[in-house]
């Protein structure tokens, strides 16, 4: 079956530029995480959703990072006025269930985001 | 606070040597904890997870992990490396709560070489 994906692959943006990062999670997946990827660190979170609403987004950095999900599938990460200090690769997770120690979360191939 | 610390930033062996990779952690309760690989351009992928079932946790492709509770470790071991194990590991512990993310180390690099 499809495991997570997301798009673009590959993003390249300039200095005070909006972009929008896409997840398309596992079908049937109530719960969806975002988490950012520095060069040469683990996954660091960002925000949790579970169906449409979002449950914990004490992992943004700032008000510049935004997500939704609206229909309580696919998840749209949003960052404005991006700064170089972006640059990242940015990773979604699913998984089908929530607030349980046996919670396996099935990572997408991410998208890396470079801020010129 | 939850927290695990990858202490090797790169390992290096030989093919069919045994591998050993270490994770500490640290946890105000019992913990979850989880072994990923990511292999270039892939997301990640889960070798294998402690839930506080069995302390050693087999997993896939060879690996295994024990959990020590008087070390508050979680190695990662292979007995004989194979070329295609060469990747990054993270290992994570789970954050507990109603939120359930991960909290993750800093990787470690694991080169075989032939």
């Known amino acids: 079956g499809a495991g997570v994906s997301q798009t673009p692959s590959n993003k390249v943006t300039e200095k005070g530029k909006y972009v929008e990062l896409r997840c398309d999670p596992i079908?049937?997946?109530?719960?969806l995480y975002w988490y950012r990827q520095s060069l040469g660190q683990g996954p660091e979170f960002l925000i949790y959703?579970?169906?449409?609403?979002?449950?914990?987004d004490s992992g943004l950095p700032n008000d510049r990072f935004f997500a939704v999900r609206p229909e309580g599938s696919v998840s749209t990460l949003k960052i404005q006025r991006t700064e170089r200090g972006d640059s990242a690769v940015y990773l979604c997770?699913?998984?089908?269930?929530?607030?349980?120690?046996?919670?396996?979360?099935?990572f997408g191939p991410g998208t890396r985001l470079t801020v010129l | 606070a939850q927290s695990v610390t990858q202490l090797d930033s790169h390992v290096s062996v030989s093919e069919g040597t045994p591998v050993l990779l270490r994770c500490n952690y640290s946890?105000?309760?019992?913990?979850?904890l989880f072994w990923y690989v990511q292999h270039p351009n892939k997301g990640l992928q889960l070798l294998l997870k402690?839930?506080?079932?069995?302390?050693l946790v087999k997993g896939i492709n060879g690996f295994e992990a024990e959990f020590k509770k008087s070390e508050t470790s979680f190695h990662l071991t292979k007995p004989s490396a194979h070329m295609s194990d060469a990747a990054e590991y993270f290992c994570?512990?789970?954050?507990?709560?109603?939120?359930?993310?991960?909290?993750f180390g800093k990787g470690t690099k694991l080169s075989v070489k032939p």
């Open positions: 959703f579970q169906g449409t609403g979002a449950a914990d």
């Open positions: 997770a699913s998984s089908s269930r929530t607030g349980s120690r046996y919670n396996e979360q099935f």
């Open positions: 946890s105000s309760y019992s913990p979850s």
């Open positions: 402690y839930t506080s079932a069995a302390t």
């Open positions: 079908s049937g997946h109530t719960a």
């Open positions: 994570a512990i789970f954050y507990g709560g109603s939120q359930g993310n991960l909290i």
